[in-house]
């Protein structure tokens, strides 16, 4: 029997970049396939050749054997190929339910909208896929990851055979991915199929059958998960070994408290958060979605408003009204949200990774220094790994992870005393990522103090010195990393306040 | 200025009161025939207000004002069409009202104005063009800045200087028309004017706005008192123009004369008396040898 | 997945219907304001003028709050409308065309203007503000050359004018044109909030990428959004023919930006993907409600623009205000 | 990691100027065609006279181009210009100050005007074509009010058209301003290419929150970018005065989506982030050699604008085109 989609040889180049060259790939009936590769890779790109979105260069695609063209994504959909993009698209301007059924509204009579039914049946759908979500809630509100469920539930809707997910948990955290893989184990039958994408070894043997390794644009090799490695998988990846896992060294740091926050409410969720940071220290912060941390962050930045509470740093309260008062009085904060939030898209690799420093770059005549930008930018690029043809290429003809290696860069260069990470790692592959925990150690050691929100538990476990868990916007438990385990952060996490669960979520 | 309405305007119980809608209220001319509508509201002691439409030329702002102005009752209507037919419905529905309408400044095609207070543009623009014939001695080639391509009074201005052109001056050709009554456009067009036909001898403008365009052009061309140039209106520029030789001269109307004709007119009617179907208020030629004239400075604003 | 439970999100559910009262009672506020500064004010015959001073600028103001809520924006409104105009005159006097022919004629061409502007925008891909701002020129040259630069008169046709003027309420002069604004804005209002289009209208509007990603045709659509704002375009062209009683060649320009003003001052985002057609219609009677009121208080001329200004800013500053704080 | 062995990008680097190039080009081609066309046209006079006529809105669009590239738009700076103008009279002649005194005055007043708008779309938060709209009306009303609605004429100071006039070149007539429109294009270019104002505007108009995000004071540094714009404006007005020898008190409606369609056929995105100023420049130039050569060679005047807007939307298309292969 035919495999249920082929790959036959795929090429892709934008100018700069040779991003596929000749890839193969198969899918068979009934599995999840894994695929794999370092930031950069061209994972995204094949599945922008399969949607239809970009026509590659040299390459045949087959469905069931016989040979497939996407002429655009809504036929892609209709010969049974549901994407997930790496990046979200959806409409911030409407609610769950006009999202999931975009192009498929249900109609009285030709033009005319029948909101009811689509409600109805995303209430269903919701409902059969186990999503809190509400129907008419509008998109612009959710965090992230809901927006990221809202995406999979539309996935879904199609009556698809190939699934594809790239890197659908990014955004997610490990009860929110247990809920998404049970239903991929729902979706899949003898006559479907997935294609999963993600950066997260771990998941890989949950939930795949085989793995599929890109690097440089050309696949690698293809191993049953059942038996392989995570170590042999890796150095397929990056052509090299990489330690892996590790628990963290030394103690919890000593030093002075650099940044002291006292009380901190906010009118939506936030109620006493309290915590301090030391010299030295990388404090992480867990919790469930929704539990509060990127509005700890956003609270103590200004980006939001703040209801009560003081920021201290050095002991020196601080004034904060906006993020410019922050970044004055030493405190940077990386979003969580990339593409809205961290990187401009329309400006060079360059322009990007010293945003956040001009100043420094700008002599008193207010002329900026464009040869110590560059320079500057180079050292980033080469020490983050950024695969980029040059300093100058634009952010969004980056992939994903490369992105956020630009956004990383940004606050490395800015050289704040507190830097606030939120999911630092989202999207990053893992040599990368064990390049940036060096250098978040490296951080800590030159006497910086660095809060990490992390989505990603044994990320969290491995980075930090103590561990705030959070749930509904107040912290349940601050833990030595010695005392931390998987268990008992869940058991802080879950600690929901029944008073608080009906009121003070709202308005 | 008008405000002395602001209170009661058509109260009626003592002063009447009588509504201008103008073609525009910007412009040195319109504010020259309001000075002259409020002297006559002196002296005969009624109530003016005075209103045109934000941009000159703009029918439908017009006929808006126009609404508003018979809504609010008044004894008596001044009113200078843009458009003439297009006020027909407005017209007859202040004929229902039985409110008098006065014409003034051009034409109001309808016979609802008991009568009209307003230059002959066609005459006027004769006028100019028999000067403009002599100081270039009968022949040669001149140009046109018109102020505007569709209104009555570009259309007139334009058409009452070419028709005496055609019947009267047979050597002289008309070689480029173009229309614009913003000075700073109207420079650019008439340099332009100028490079394309370097033998020109002289540009009429017809307005106060293309007349000072035109005159900028010279300037700026280096032309000055080897160009003829004559123009419309008054206004400090073609006056000191005119005093220092670089314009020839240029037509007056006497727009003091049809701000107050036409509040006289108002008047009259509103007391029932009959009145002639038009009032002439005249127009001049004015250049170096006349502009001290009292006659004629009385009718200038600067 | 455990998530924290939280009440549903009224507030923001109500937000859409909140917003156009609010508007709504700014525009309670001007009125009483003037009712109180004037005796001439409130009065039928001022209202139904300030309606018919509203007629034009609101419907074209309805089409354009579907291309600007699809994140695009129309400048040839105001030309265009004197274009379709002329063409009225066109068909009926210069074709002798019967009224009926005349006026569809001169509406669909409306929908031709706005379908060159969606084609320009969604096949050649240019950028909205350009594209209807080549169109603006176009339409203002086409029409002087299409009319030899004359007025054209209805001669053929002494009715046409009732079109607007026909007083639908014998005895209480209340025109047939204020009746056809306010069917449109039904019309319109159905048609952006209960239909597909106005659904794509938003989706496209708050992110065309992923709304073609979606599968749906946007080229498609947003030819579709500009020719229905080309139609708006057409209607309003023929209401002020009819109601000037001639097909005037020349204005409409600044014709377009009042209409955009009534749009936002209605909440519509220029960003695309918010707004409402009832939040525009309260939009174009703030602007003739002031318009009319200062002068009926007798306002001197020149001081008008700067009020109707300060009221704009101050209008949509507490708008936003009361946004922020919904 | 390896890097995949990459040529160089020059294109990609090369991509900025290349673009500047080829709107030069369009720009040459215009040239050519009338110059053929009529052999008044390219004669150093009247090569002066396009220059001149290019100064006015070209120094408006220069100062326009930041506020675009910073993702606002500025819809106030035709009347905008007109008040500085007034102002300029009644520095120079109702208040007798120097000449350079009131021009400095009035330059200042030009950047008032801005930094108003800028707080009304930083701090306030205002749609930045709300507010400048806004901006628009009060400024053409005020300029009535100030002037009595009567120009202003530069009676104690017959020199100050020399500002514009003056000949640089003895003999070669060229004119000061033009100089001016010459020297401003330069330090527009040098403030939006070279300086952290630039930075900030583009990265404003790329992505304004995670702009914010990243430590940058943006409600400030909108406000400067205003203020800039408003300093240009201030520029044009003095400039505009010195020509007419008069501060005239009406006019600049239609003159601010003059200037801003030079700026977005010079290839500044208004979704803001990407632009330059020897775009804005080109786009100035082609707007204003199309408008002269249109009337040298006495093409009627009605179908002027038809073929303005033509040009427009062809080379802005054609303009895509190539931007979109390379
Ligand atoms: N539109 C584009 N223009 C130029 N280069 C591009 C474009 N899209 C992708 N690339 C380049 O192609 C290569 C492959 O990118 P792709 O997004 O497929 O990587 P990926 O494997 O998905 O990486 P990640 O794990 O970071 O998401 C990268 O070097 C990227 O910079
Ligand atoms: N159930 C919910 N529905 C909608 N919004 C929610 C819900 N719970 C929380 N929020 C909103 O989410 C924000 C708090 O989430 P925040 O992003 O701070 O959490 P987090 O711990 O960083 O989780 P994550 O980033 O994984 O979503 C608040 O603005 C809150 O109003
Ligand atoms: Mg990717
Ligand atoms: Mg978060």
Redesign the pocket.
């Known amino acids: 029997m035919a495999a249920l989609l082929r790959v036959s040889g795929a090429s892709k180049r934008?100018?700069?970049?040779q991003?596929l060259d000749g890839v193969d790939l198969e899918l068979r009936h009934g599995e999840v396939l894994a695929l794999v590769?370092?930031?950069?890779?061209?994972?995204?790109?094949?599945m922008k050749l399969l949607s239809g979105i970009d026509r590659p260069d040299e390459g045949e695609f087959f469905l069931d054997g016989s040979q497939y063209t996407p002429g655009n994504p809504r036929h892609a959909q209709e010969l049974g190929i549901s994407i997930i993009h790496?990046e979200l698209n959806l409409m911030p301007d409407l609610t769950v339910a006009q999202n999931i059924f975009i192009g498929r509204e249900p109609r009285v009579g030709g033009f005319v909208l029948s909101e009811r039914a689509l409600n109805r049946r995303t209430r269903e759908l919701l409902a059969r896929l186990g999503l809190p979500l509400e129907p008419t809630d509008l998109i612009g509100d959710l965090t992230v990851a809901r927006q990221q469920m809202v995406e999979i539930a539309k996935a879904l809707s199609f009556n698809a055979r190939v699934l594809v997910m790239?890197?659908p948990t990014a955004a997610l955290n490990e009860t929110e991915v247990d809920t998404l893989f049970g239903l991929i184990r729902r979706f899949v039958t003898p006559a479907t199929g997935v294609i999963y994408?993600s950066?997260r070894m771990h998941e890989l043997a949950q939930i795949t059958d085989r793995i599929t390794v890109?690097r440089d644009?050309r696949h690698v090799g293809t191993l049953d998960t059942a038996t392989s490695t995570v170590p042999e998988v890796i150095s397929l990846m990056v052509g090299r070994a990489i330690t892996g896992e590790q628990r963290p060294r030394a103690a919890a740091a000593t030093g002075d408290p650099v940044l002291s926050v006292r009380g901190l409410r906010t009118r939506a969720l936030l109620r006493d958060v309290s915590f301090e940071v030391r010299r030295g220290e990388i404090l992480g912060f867990a919790g469930l979605m929704g539990a509060g941390r990127t509005e700890v962050a956003r609270a103590i930045v200004g980006a939001d408003r703040k209801e009560g509470g003081t920021v201290a740093v050095h002991g020196r309260e601080v004034a904060i009204a906006g993020p410019a008062d922050a970044a004055r009085a030493g405190i940077g904060y990386l979003s969580e949200d990339r593409k809205r939030y961290g990187v401009l898209l329309g400006r060079s690799v360059r322009d990007n990774v010293v945003l956040a420093s001009m100043p420094r770059f700008t002599s008193p005549l207010g002329l900026v220094a464009d040869r110590l930008i560059g320079r500057t930018a180079t050292e980033y690029v080469d020490r983050l790994r950024i695969?980029?043809p040059s300093t100058g290429q634009l952010v969004?003809?980056?992939?994903?992870?490369?992105q956020q290696k630009t956004v990383v860069a940004k606050w490395l260069v800015r050289d704040c005393d507190v830097l606030i990470f939120d999911e630092p790692t989202r999207?990053i592959?893992v040599g990368a990522k064990d390049e940036i925990y060096a250098l978040l150690d490296e951080l800590a050691a030159a006497g910086k103090a660095i809060v990490m929100i992390s989505s990603e538990l044994p990320e969290v476990l491995r980075m930090s010195h103590r561990i705030a868990v959070m749930c509904q916007g107040r912290i349940t438990a601050i833990l030595d990393n010695t005392d931390a385990t998987q268990e008992n952060i869940m058991d802080y996490a879950t600690r929901f306040n029944a008073e608080a669960a009906e009121g003070t979520v709202t308005t | 200025a008008c405000s002395d309405a602001a209170d009661k305007p058509g109260g009626g119980d003592e002063k009447p009161y009588i509504a201008l809608i103008s073609k525009g209220f910007r412009h040195q001319f319109w504010q020259a025939v309001k000075a002259g509508a409020e002297q006559a509201a002196k002296e005969f002691n009624v109530t003016v207000t005075f209103e045109g439409a934000q941009e000159e030329g703009n029918v439908e702002q017009q006929i808006q004002l126009l609404q508003t102005v018979i809504d609010k009752k008044p004894d008596a209507i001044g009113f200078a069409a843009i458009d003439s037919q297009a006020a027909g419905p407005l017209m007859q529905q202040a004929k229902n009202d039985k409110i008098p309408v006065i014409a003034f400044d051009s034409g109001v095609d309808s016979d609802v104005p008991i009568t009209t207070a307003a230059t002959n543009n066609l005459a006027a623009a004769a006028e100019a063009a028999k000067h403009m014939a002599e100081k270039i001695g009968h022949e040669g080639k001149i140009a046109m800045v018109v102020h505007d391509q569709t209104s009555v009074t570009g259309v007139q201005r334009r058409d009452g200087f070419v028709d005496y052109m055609k019947k009267n001056e047979p050597k002289i050709q008309i070689v480029d028309t173009q229309y614009s009554g913003d000075p700073l456009k109207a420079t650019d067009l008439a340099k332009a004017i100028i490079t394309a036909n370097p033998d020109l001898k002289g540009i009429y403008g017809s307005n106060e706005g293309a007349a000072i365009g035109v005159l900028h052009a010279v300037q700026e061309r280096g032309l000055t008192g080897k160009m003829t140039v004559v123009g419309f209106d008054s206004g400090k520029d073609q006056i000191d123009a005119i005093k220092a030789g670089t314009m020839a001269g240029a037509i007056t109307q006497n727009p003091v004369g049809i701000g107050y004709e036409t509040v006289k007119a108002a008047v009259a009617a509103i007391k029932g008396e009959t009145l002639p179907k038009t009032v002439d208020t005249g127009f001049y030629w004015y250049d170096k040898a006349n502009i001290d004239d009292p006659k004629i400075s009385a009718v200038l604003y600067q | 997945m455990t998530s924290i439970p939280v009440k549903r999100p009224i507030a923001a559910r109500m937000r859409g219907s909140v917003q156009q009262v609010l508007a709504l009672a700014s525009l309670i506020a001007i009125l009483v304001f003037f009712s109180f500064a004037s005796p001439y004010f409130f009065t039928p015959s001022n209202l139904v003028g300030i309606l018919m001073a509203a007629t034009v600028t609101g419907i074209l103001a309805l089409g354009t709050t579907f291309v600007i809520v699809a994140g695009g924006i129309d400048l040839s409104i105001g030309t265009g409308m004197i274009l379709c105009g002329v063409m009225t005159g066109v068909f009926l006097t210069y074709w002798g065309w019967p009224v009926w022919a005349g006026v569809t004629g001169a509406i669909l061409f409306g929908g031709l203007i706005g379908f060159v502007n969606g084609f320009n925008v969604s096949v050649l891909g240019l950028p909205p503000f350009i594209a209807t701002l080549g169109m603006m020129l176009v339409a203002s040259g086409l029409s002087l050359v299409i009319s030899g630069t004359k007025p054209i008169y209805f001669k053929e046709h002494p009715d046409f004018q009732l079109l607007m003027n026909f007083s639908v309420i014998p005895g209480a002069r209340f025109p047939l044109g204020v009746l056809i604004f306010l069917t449109l804005t039904v019309v319109a209002g159905v048609v952006l909030g209960k239909t597909i289009v106005g659904r794509y209208a938003f989706s496209i509007g708050s992110n065309e990428a992923a709304t073609a990603l979606s599968g749906v045709n946007v080229v498609r659509w947003k030819l579709t959004i500009y020719t229905i704002a080309g139609l708006f375009v057409g209607i309003a062209g023929v209401l002020a023919a009819s109601r000037l009683s001639s097909a005037q060649p020349v204005g409409g320009m600044g014709l377009e930006l009042e209409a955009i003003a009534a749009v936002v001052i209605g909440g519509t985002s220029l960003q695309g993907g918010r707004g409402s057609i009832a939040g525009t219609v309260v939009g174009a009677l703030i602007v003739a409600v002031l318009t009319n009121g200062l002068r009926v208080t007798a306002v001197p001329q020149e001081w008008q623009s700067v009020v109707v200004g300060c009221v704009i800013l101050v209008a949509v500053y507490v708008d936003m205000l009361r946004r922020k704080r919904a």
Not at chain 1, 14 to 17: A, C, E, K
Not at chain 1, 37 to 46: I, P, Y
Not at chain 1, 396 to 402: A, C, E, M, T, V
């Open positions: 934008f100018p700069g970049v991003a590769g370092e930031n950069g890779a061209g994972k995204s790109t094949l790496q790239d890197e994408i950066h890109l644009g695969r980029t969004q003809h980056l992939s994903g992870g490369n999207g592959d």
